[in-house]
Structures are given as C-alpha cells and as structure tokens.
C-alpha cells in the first residue's frame, strides 16, 4: 500500500474539517487560512465543495464556517466503541513511530473474561511478532492488557470479575485464578503504574491451549477523571530486550499515548456512553 498515492485535495478537505472541528463557534475565511495555510483560492474551492457535499455549512448570520449537523449525525451513526477505535488509531500510529514494535488497545465488556483488541499497531510495526492479527479475544488475568486494567477497576468491581474468570472455561484464567499472589501482584501494578505478563502466562489464545508465543507486553490502563475505558500495551519478543528495558526505554510514550486517547474519548463525552454499554468503569487508578 506504501506505492499508492494519496489524493491531496481529500487531505486538504480534512484539514479544513479538523480546523472547524476545533472552533465550535465557527470559522472565518481568514482564520482558516491561518489555521491551514492553505491560499485564500484553494481554501474557497474546499469550502464550496464542502458546502456542496453538506458537510460544512456558512451562517447566515454571522457568515463563519462550521461544521454541518449532517456531519456531525455521521458520527454519531457509530457505535461508542468504534469511535473510541477511531479516536486511538493515530496515538496508535504515533506509538509505534516512536518506539516499533506493535501496541494494542484492549478493552473489557460487562462480565467477559477476557479482554478484546480494538484497535492494533500490528501491521504498522517494522518487527514481527507472532500474534493471529484482527479483533482477537486476550487474556484477562496473565495478559499485560488484562491485568493494567483489573489493576484500574474499584475493589469490588475487581473481584468479581476475577471470580468470574475463575470459573470460565479459559484454562490460562484458572491457572492464574488459583494462584496466591494475583492480589499481590495487581497491588504492585498499582505502585509502579505499568502491568507486565503474569509469569505463569506465556502466550496462548483464548480458551486454547498455552504455547509459548515468545512475547513480553508492558501495559497502562487507559484511564481519565475517574474512569476506565481499556488498557494499552506494547509487544515485544522478550529476546529483544529486558523488562527493565522496555520500561526506561518505552514507559513514558506508552503513557502519553494512554493519556491521549483517554483525553480524546473524555473530550467527546464517550466515558458515559461507553459505561451505558459496559465499556467504560469508574476506577480508582492514579495518574
């Protein structure tokens, strides 16, 4: 995909869109010029073909540029869920620019458990790591993913969500499940701020049988103003570098992307809607 060319008036269309998307009180022409840098004649074509496709409409009372509500009704056409996978794409992106090797974005339904990738750098990244691609199901209790985020959750919310796991059918959970330190070790989460692998997990797929995929993951619970909405993590081979590595190396980006996709989805108001469908919790994690 890398040889096929971009088309540069669409880029320009958006350009424009995310400025008007920036000033709810409207836009003139001469600061969407200063916001753009695009000239006045193309910046007149975009608007008027903007105009034309409903996307963008000129007040008739104070004749600045704004965006549409037909725009804005497209939006709202996807499920909470899916706007926060559009929301964390380009952090995803950024990421892994920064550090290569491949991040996730996790994220728990009412009383799964397991946790289900949303949105990945898998593709993006210059490493291979060995991990089936797409919206595959991870563990909840060994996974860096899953244990950043029970690490997040309120006592009680915590709890039971491990009894669940429990008593599923995932052999990696039992396993876990039945060991003494998993109090522990969620409480040494907490301190450090990051999650690594449970060490009696190495790999495996949901409900499969263990295989050692030869991965190491670091991750942070995606949190903001008291809410939870996932976890993010990078995926290493563990040959690559230590866990002590990883974490002065990669800790902090991994933070700031954390922090801005939690920012994005509070800034749009989806920690409501993502609790109304049981993708959002109330957490006691602290930044």
């Given at each position: 995909m890398e040889s096929v060319k971009t088309i540069r008036a669409v880029e320009r269309a958006f350009e424009v869109l995310q400025a008007l998307q920036h000033t709810p009180q409207g836009a003139t022409l001469v600061e969407l010029q200063a916001a753009t840098g695009l000239s006045g004649p193309t910046l007149l074509r975009l608007l008027k073909t903007l105009i034309g496709a409903k996307a963008v409409r000129r007040s008739t009372t104070d004749q600045r540029y704004r965006t549409s509500v037909q725009l804005h009704a497209l939006g709202r056409g996807l499920s909470p869920v899916e706007r926060l996978a559009d929301l964390a794409?380009?952090?995803l992106d950024s990421l892994c620019r920064q550090v290569e090797w491949p991040s996730d974005l996790a994220v728990h339904?009412?009383?799964e458990d397991f946790m289900r990738v949303l949105e990945s750098s898998l593709r993006q990244s210059r490493f291979y790591v060995r991990r089936a691609p797409g919206r595959v199901r991870v563990n909840l209790l060994?996974?860096?993913?899953?244990?950043?985020?029970?690490?997040?959750?309120?006592?009680?919310r915590r709890d039971g969500l491990i009894q669940a796991a429990r008593a599923g059918d995932d052999i990696h959970n039992t396993k876990i499940a039945h060991t003494e330190d998993l109090a522990t070790r969620l409480q040494q989460v907490?301190?450090?701020?990051?999650?690594?692998?449970h060490p009696l997990y190495r790999g495996g797929s949901f409900e499969a049988k263990?295989?050692?995929d030869a991965l190491q993951a670091m991750a942070v619970p995606v949190v903001h103003a008291g809410w939870v909405f996932g976890a993010l993590n990078i995926n290493w081979n563990r040959k690559a570098m230590t866990e002590r590595e990883a974490v002065r190396?990669?800790?902090?980006?991994?933070?700031?992307?954390?922090a801005g996709i939690a920012a994005a989805a509070a800034q749009q108001e989806l920690h409501e809607e993502l609790f109304r469908c049981g993708q959002a919790e109330r957490c006691d994690w602290r930044t």
């Open positions: 794409a380009p952090w339904t009412g009383d060994g996974s860096a993913a899953g244990r950043a985020y029970l690490a997040a959750l309120q006592d009680e907490r301190e450090r701020g990051y999650a690594l692998r263990p295989r050692d190396r990669h800790l902090v980006a991994l933070q700031a992307a954390a």
